[in-house]
């Protein structure tokens, strides 16, 4: 039972991170219509950055600021913000799938930077990372991994209360408005490109931000870390909770990695013996025929965006299902 | 009550009485099951067979009658040399199935968060056939892998001491090295200086080579500064060639040690025999005990085919050996038990057993006995240092007319003297 409750804990805590990284996406792409191809190239931003800066010593590579681990985990944000800012003055005037093609080029080249920089990243033997935060005060088993669960759950909130702020704000509404139409919103006055860029940017802190709880959880990096698979993850994440959802962008985050796991799980139990060898083949196909299954049946996703009509003075909107 | 409803609940009848023989069956063949676990990238081409092998492991395992009288079973879970799908997949394994070992995994991405975030705060003793990465070794020196953590994979370090070996007995006063600049020359590199330097070597110098650089007249000027004796090289062939026609040119030794690396024709060629009369070089080679081919008739047998891929042999010690450590360690052993009772059985003043279901049975009443024994494995005999590492046998080669020669055989006793005396 235990056990159990370990486990349980201990992948709510990567779901968890895996949310935060989705809710980044989802203001870049559910909200106003950025398609970042190389989501994994931010999330590496700011998993090495956390691990570069709180860090101990290391002989070979850089790191050992050993700074504290609130520091160092913002540290790791504000770097996944910073490429996402000299990545954003350059590719952001692209459009949809010119700028998706651009983005994850830019994720291919972080993963081969952090294979061969070794004096940066430790090259392709991978960065070891510092002792876990208030590990002293927790232990090594079951409390540890409660108090960083407890962490991240907090982070998770506090990402998606900010988010939801942010997206009925008039700002918010101004991103929908450029996603929409950008012609419109300039028509108005608005500046699309400045907009694009600080969601863009905005949403790539979030991501780094999950990128650092990640590196700090697993305290290594390597790039194997940061293979394109893991945009795929989350865009899949995505796709199935509700793009412009923000909880919808959580849910889809705990479903896909929870159909990614169980599905694993479950094979290694109950499949016969001579198909264990091929479990990992079968996994593929079961998470792609969900991932199809959706885009033909639901393609909104399970949480569809709420649409939104503001009316000035009046605190409580009316609501409308469908997009 | 219609008939559909009637037959269903006959067929519904009919289900739990199989299911009761099964049950019942199962009972009666085996008394109990022990769980180990196993993660292994099997989604890829070349990881299936490292989890076939390991599987037959635990095959001949129950064919000599289980680990302490319990059937073992292995529950193989996919990595997809995914680390957060690893690490997971190592986690329902502790957490879900009480596994008190795990047997993975090959990528070190993938093995090194399964050791800091599952096996070593679990306490769960972890063997892995294939992960390299001298990371792990860091790790175990500052005593975070708390001994859990065992590799049947050789390190650079087999080659390196070898290399400062040659050294020595050449008598070479002062040596350069050159290493490629990526992980493995930028590991091998540092570790042939440490063992020169041990030796009492000077190291005039090491030298960064970067791939694909036209000329390396500065890197080599560097090197010739020191005017060593003779020069290491830790290179792949294109730039090899290239610093070593410059090193020439430029007055260099002929005295040349070179890593496996660059353990070919094209380089000979390229360079000139003439040129490499004193060279010698190094690598790890595969053991020349009956042990091996045993390793490679049964496996023929098994599956029909030559254990060719990456890692086969180590992983069947991998598992061979966590196995006989769980049946050392007794019944009910805890991760910790399993990892202190692996030097029981690769202990080289113990009763040496093959590696096979006879060998398994024959550890087994040495051990009851009180006995140590000497593992004698797929990779020969495997004895793991203090940090879990493994040593391997080593040739020295030099060029011939036609390709290179065996000067000298090092066995694995005298590499781990050689290690050992460095030190």
Known sequence: ?323 | MTDHTIRRAGRFALAMALATTALTGAAFAQDCTTKIGAVLPTSVDWGKPIAETAQFVVDQVNEAGGVQGCKIEMILRDTQVDPKVGVDAAKALVDLDGVQVLIGAVSSGVSMPILTSVTVPAGVAQFSCCSSSGAFTALAKEGKTKGLWFRTFATSNVQAVVGAKVAKDKGYKSVAVLYKNDDWGQDIGKLVAEHLQAQGITVTASVAINDAQPSYRAEVTEALAGQPEAVYLALYPTEGISAVREWLSLGGTQNMILANSLKSDEFRDAVGLQYLGSTQGTDTSSPRVASADAFVASYKARFNAEPNGPGLANSYDATMIALLAMEAAGKDAKGADIAAAVARVTDPAGTPVTADAAGFAAARDVLAGGGTVLYRGATGNVRFDENGDVSAPAVIWSFTETGTQEDTYITLEEVDALVGGSN
Request: net charge positive; proline share 4%.
């Open chain 1, 1 to 323: 039972m235990i056990g159990l409750l370990s486990y349980a804990v201990f992948f709510s805590t990567v779901a968890s991170i895996l949310a935060i990284a989705v809710l980044g996406l989802n203001l870049q792409w559910g909200f106003t219509g950025l398609f970042n191809g190389g989501v994994v190239a931010f999330f590496g931003a700011g998993a090495y950055g956390t691990l570069i800066l709180g860090g101990t010593p290391q002989a070979d590579h850089l790191g050992g600021f050993g700074l504290a681990y609130p520091l160092a985990l913002a540290g790791g944000a504000v770097a996944a913000g910073a490429l996402a800012w000299v990545v954003g003055i350059l590719t952001l005037r692209l459009r949809h799938d010119y700028l998706a093609i651009a983005t994850f080029g830019i994720a291919v080249t972080f993963e081969n930077v952090m294979r061969n920089a070794e004096a940066l990243s430790g090259g392709a033997k991978g960065f070891r990372g510092f002792e876990r935060p208030l590990r002293d005060l927790f232990g090594d088993g079951f409390a540890y991994n409660l108090f960083f669960f407890s962490l991240v759950l907090t982070l998770l909130v506090a990402v998606y209360l900010f988010l939801e702020r942010l997206v009925r704000s008039p700002f918010g509404r101004l991103l929908r408005a450029i996603r929409e139409d950008e012609d419109a919103a300039r028509s108005l006055g608005k500046a699309p490109a400045r907009v694009r860029l600080t969601s863009f940017v905005t949403g790539s802190v979030i991501i780094g931000l999950a990128g650092g709880l990640y590196a700090t959880f697993y305290a290594f990096i390597s790039p194997q870390d940061v293979l394109p698979t893991l945009t795929f993850q989350i865009w899949a994440m995505l796709i199935v909770g509700g793009a412009g959802n923000n909880r919808g962008a959580a849910l889809g985050a705990f479903l896909i990695w929870g159909a990614w796991t169980a599905s694993g799980w479950a094979l290694s139990r109950f499949a016969p013996v001579e198909a264990q060898l091929y479990t990992g083949s079968i996994q593929y196909i079961l998470i792609g025929s969900i991932i199809v299954a959706m885009l033909l049946w639901r393609p909104q996703g399970l949480l569809p965006e709420r649409l939104v009509l503001s009316q000035s003075g009046q605190p409580v909107k009316p609501r409308q299902q469908g997009a």
